[in-house]
């Protein structure tokens, strides 16, 4: 399975900004995605942003765009999440993933995760 290292994690004040990273093991993508999920207490875990490997498509969700920015380095098997004006309500592990064929859109498309990392955003 693909390992996923992801890190950029913390404590930040509403407004402020993160920048989230995640490498996967050396292995070359020609295919499918990343992205992340996210996963507040007492909630479902959540689809927050994926990126094609090839192709650079993005897909975000509703909470986030215009505030999150994904982007990739396919030399280095990386994807980084750049978060801005970061609200109490993103907090929330986040858990970045892959997928061989497809951008990791829901969790059912996910074959690899990330450790996670938390999030906290105060208010």
């Known amino acids: 399975q693909v390992q996923l290292v992801e890190s950029g994690g913390g404590l930040v004040q509403a407004g402020g900004s993160l920048r989230l990273s995640c490498a996967a093991s050396?292995?070359?993508?020609?295919?499918?995605?990343m992205g992340w999920f996210r996963q507040a207490p007492g909630k479902e875990r959540e689809f927050v942003v994926g990126?094609?490997?090839?192709?650079?498509?993005?897909y975000y969700a509703d909470s986030v765009k215009g505030r999150f920015t994904i982007s990739r380095d396919n030399a280095k098997n990386t994807v980084y999440l750049q978060m801005n004006s970061l609200k109490p309500e993103d907090t929330a592990v986040y858990y970045c993933?892959?997928?061989?064929?497809?951008?990791?859109?829901?969790?059912?498309?996910?074959?690899?995760w990330g450790q996670g990392t938390q999030v906290t955003v105060s208010s």
């Open positions: 993933a892959a997928a061989a064929l497809t951008i990791p859109t829901r969790v059912s498309s996910v074959g690899s």
């Open positions: 050396g292995r070359s993508f020609s295919s499918g995605g």
């Open positions: 990126i094609s490997w090839s192709g650079g498509s993005t």
